[in-house]
Structures are given as structure tokens and as C-alpha cells.
């Protein structure tokens, strides 16, 4: 592999397969000129979905991947928009996951369904909320999830 130096002594990225001149000057914006700046370019967080906490000790402010059942369902009007808002148990706590302007959602997430859900834990009228959440439905095999 022939690869061109830069001014540093590294190795340039331009000369990667798959790296031409339109994505290299995309990654220099971001500061990668370098193989071994690609290599030390970490995510800036790292998200564990295989943990999951139970719905008692969550905590406002804290991301959290949660597993329950589906408990209620219901679309409020506000104003111009809908607001879907949906009750998830784990037999050890109540969380409220709200939709905005997703009505359609309400089909997914029926009374019954065993679902995993991803979000910022907030304290909305003194309950725990999570606005907008990831979510996945769990099937027949819970252990087959796609997301965590």
C-alpha cells in the first residue's frame, strides 16, 4: 500500500480506500487529517442499551433503557398538534413516554405489548416521563432485540 505522508510525517487519509478528495475534506473540517487521528477519534459518548434499570430507581436527568408492559395508550389534542401518551409498567413502577405529533404510534404501542424504551428520564407534573423515546417491541423471543 502506497501511502503519502502529510507535513507531520503521518499518513494521509486522502489515500484510503473509499476516502476521496469530498470526504477527506469533510473529516479535516472535523479535525481528522491523519490515520492516526482517525484512529484516536472516539465517539464523544457511549450508550449501554443491554442494562436495564427498573422504573423505582430511575432518577431525573439520567438516560435510561427500560423493559415493561404497555399498560394504557391514549392521543391528547394540543392545540395543533397530538400528543400520544403511553404508560409503560415493569410490576415495580409506573414511567409516561410521550409523542409529539406522532399519532400513528398508537397502532405499535397497544395495551399489552411487552416494549424496551431509551430516553432521558424526566419529572413531569411529579411523574417520571420520558419525552420521545427510542423503542423496540419485544416478540415472542425477548432475547432477539435488534437495539439492546
Given at each position: 500500500m502506497n501511502l503519502q505522508t502529510t507535513a507531520s510525517g503521518q499518513s494521509s487519509?486522502?489515500?484510503l480506500k473509499g476516502i476521496g478528495p469530498k470526504r477527506a475534506l469533510a473529516l479535516e473540517k472535523i479535525g481528522i487529517?491523519?490515520?492516526?487521528d482517525l484512529l484516536y477519534f472516539f465517539p464523544r459518548r457511549y450508550e449501554?442499551?443491554?442494562?436495564?434499570?427498573?422504573?423505582?430507581?430511575?432518577t431525573p436527568g439520567q438516560s435510561a433503557?427500560?423493559?415493561g408492559e404497555v399498560l394504557a395508550s391514549k392521543i391528547r389534542p394540543l392545540r395543533a398538534m397530538k400528543i400520544l401518551e403511553v404508560t409503560v409498567g415493569d410490576g415495580e413502577g409506573l414511567l409516561r413516554a410521550v409523542w409529539f405529533n406522532q399519532p400513528y404510534l398508537n397502532h405499535q404501542l397497544v395495551t399489552g405489548r411487552e416494549v424496551i424504551l431509551y430516553g432521558k428520564v424526566e419529572l413531569y407534573q411529579n411523574r417520571l416521563q420520558?419525552?420521545?423515546?427510542?423503542f423496540e417491541i419485544l416478540g415472542s423471543a425477548p432475547e432477539e432485540t435488534v437495539h439492546t
Amino acid at each position: 500500500m502506497n501511502l503519502q505522508t502529510t507535513a507531520s510525517g503521518q499518513s494521509s487519509l486522502r489515500y484510503l480506500k473509499g476516502i476521496g478528495p469530498k470526504r477527506a475534506l469533510a473529516l479535516e473540517k472535523i479535525g481528522i487529517r491523519s490515520i492516526r487521528d482517525l484512529l484516536y477519534f472516539f465517539p464523544r459518548r457511549y450508550e449501554d442499551r443491554s442494562a436495564f434499570v427498573k422504573i423505582h430507581e430511575l432518577t431525573p436527568g439520567q438516560s435510561a433503557c427500560i423493559k415493561g408492559e404497555v399498560l394504557a395508550s391514549k392521543i391528547r389534542p394540543l392545540r395543533a398538534m397530538k400528543i400520544l401518551e403511553v404508560t409503560v409498567g415493569d410490576g415495580e413502577g409506573l414511567l409516561r413516554a410521550v409523542w409529539f405529533n406522532q399519532p400513528y404510534l398508537n397502532h405499535q404501542l397497544v395495551t399489552g405489548r411487552e416494549v424496551i424504551l431509551y430516553g432521558k428520564v424526566e419529572l413531569y407534573q411529579n411523574r417520571l416521563q420520558m419525552a420521545s423515546p427510542e423503542f423496540e417491541i419485544l416478540g415472542s423471543a425477548p432475547e432477539e432485540t435488534v437495539h439492546t
